[in-house]
């Protein structure tokens, strides 16, 4: 069974830091684009940020630009996502991902594995 499975979601007042970590089962995703979503209550599922296949490209959403940093590690079947100078606008449920193909996939419709989700609460 594929597994997508988040961590390190919390409470963490404005200006603080977070790192999500996903780690994945049941098969190997070392050649899948990897990305992170968040939903925030009453708005659509957006992306955050996004990662190739081998880490040598990257995107990031302008919201987070500057502030967040996506990383991989194809050895350990994982990647992450370091969350600096947090924002109460960044209180949303994270979700990680996986695409086929090379990525970094902008899309949800590119990603065909995801994560069950976990909490960020950014308090003012």
């Known amino acids: 069974q594929v597994q997508l499975v988040e961590s390190g979601g919390g409470l963490v007042q404005a200006g603080g830091s977070l790192s999500l970590s996903c780690a994945a089962s049941?098969?190997?995703?070392?050649?899948?684009?990897k990305g992170w979503f968040r939903q925030a209550p009453g708005k659509e599922r957006e992306i955050v940020a996004a990662?190739?296949?081998?880490?040598?490209?990257?995107y990031y959403a302008d919201s987070v630009k500057g502030r967040f940093t996506i990383s991989r590690d194809n050895a350990k079947n994982t990647f992450s996502l370091v969350m600096n100078s947090l924002k109460p606008d960044d209180t949303a449920v994270y979700y990680c991902?996986?695409?086929?193909?090379?990525?970094?996939?902008?899309?949800?419709?590119?990603?065909?594995?995801w994560g069950q989700g976990t909490q960020v609460t950014v308090s003012s």
């Open positions: 990662i190739s296949w081998n880490g040598g490209a990257t």
């Open positions: 991902a996986a695409g086929r193909g090379g990525g970094p996939h902008r899309r949800r419709y590119d990603y065909d594995y």
């Open positions: 049941g098969r190997t995703f070392s050649t899948y684009g």
